[in-house]
């Protein structure tokens, strides 16, 4: 993880360490909330240091699990420690969701990699959540506020025109009282928001008084400084949604964008030859099935897969074939 090189970086490290370190205590989350609402600039770098701090924790998994594997092999002799490193493995693999309760008003929701969850709000509202997603729900009398720290989540928001919902990332923010719309905040500092039913209201933070109208089949794409929004192709916007059936849907999707979909899927590293990393591709993939893809891009797309060391896999554009006359 960086090491933080400036006041806003140090006060995003600390609260990402407390927020690893368990649970906050109310004056805690107050002036926590306080902070991250504060500055767009604050949200951004603490997104980024919970980012670092989840790679962080699947790189160890993997050690791990790579460790216990190795140490079953060489002892199979021994029933009782078999035992114990196939439960230690069990417990490793299983999807938990980590969910810690702030206070009975505001809570922290995360899951890891490979796991998805739905969490009904006390409101009524539901939240569908993607793989290696975080975000924190803060609601009050007169307003129900979330913050997605990273991740992609679909709002089904209950109906309540005195206390509109929020929906806050580095890049933006979503404001309505009652509908259905999918937020994912990428890696490249960019949210990404889709309108599945009723109208929602959009921003960027870098233009915090232009608030735009939104409406199903539309999506738009934030970064902290433009807001683009583009209407979808018949019945693209329930395509975004395919992860909660645990699908990804392409339409003439950059390849390094399409990988990186797959990212939150596996402890495996990927790395791409820039000369392919905008080849286009499409249909419709299993996100568990990393090595369908693989196999799939291989045979479509002028690319090679090579296995690394440990867990890295290498995509590099593949070679002309030479013709002998």
């Known amino acids: 993880m960086k090491t933080p090189s400036n006041p806003i970086d140090e006060e995003a490290s600390h609260w990402a360490a407390r927020f690893d370190g368990g649970e906050l205590s109310p004056s805690d989350k107050t002036a926590f909330s306080a902070w991250l609402n504060a500055k767009p600039e604050h949200q951004r770098v603490f997104a980024q240091y919970r980012e670092l701090s989840a790679q962080l924790d699947t790189h160890i998994e993997a050690r791990l699990t790579a460790a216990a594997e190795t140490v079953v092999q060489q002892r199979k002799t021994s029933r009782i420690r078999n035992r114990i490193i196939a439960a230690t ?18 809570l922290d929701l995360a899951t890891k990699t490979a796991e998805r969850h739905v969490a009904t ?27 997605l720290v990273s991740g992609e989540a679909l709002f089904t928001v209950a109906k309540d025109a005195k206390r509109p919902f929020l929906v806050e990332t580095s890049t933006g923010s979503v404001r309505v009282t009652g509908t259905v719309f999918n937020v994912r905040a990428s890696t490249t500092s960019t949210t990404e928001v889709t309108v599945i039913e009723g109208t929602v209201r959009i921003r960027s933070s870098g233009d915090a008084t232009n608030e735009r109208p939104m409406t199903p089949g539309l999506q738009a794409v934030l970064s902290d400084k433009t807001l683009v929004i583009r209407t979808l192709p018949e019945g693209a916007a329930q395509d975004v949604i395919a992860w909660r059936q645990g699908q990804v849907v392409f339409n003439d999707t950059p390849l390094g964008e399409a990988l990186n979909h797959f990212a939150a899927y596996h402890a495996r590293t990927i790395t791409i030859d820039p000369r392919v990393v905008d080849l286009r591709l499409g249909g419709r993939y299993s996100l568990d099935d990393l090595d369908g893809l693989l196999e799939s891009i291989e045979s479509i797309l002028p690319v090679n897969v090579s296995h690394q060391s440990g867990d890295v896999l290498r995509i590099t554009a593949a070679e002309p074939t030479k013709r002998h006359d």
């Not at 938990?96 to 505001?106: G, P």
């Not at 924190?136 to 307003?143: A, M, S, W, Y």
């Open 89 to 106: 493995l069990t417990a490793a693999a299983a999807i938990a969701l980590t969910f810690t309760v702030l206070s009975n008003r505001s």
């Open 121 to 147: 709000l006390d409101d009524g509202s539901k939240v569908d959540l993607n793989a290696r997603t975080e975000l924190i729900v803060d609601f009050t009398r007169k307003e129900r506020r979330v913050h």
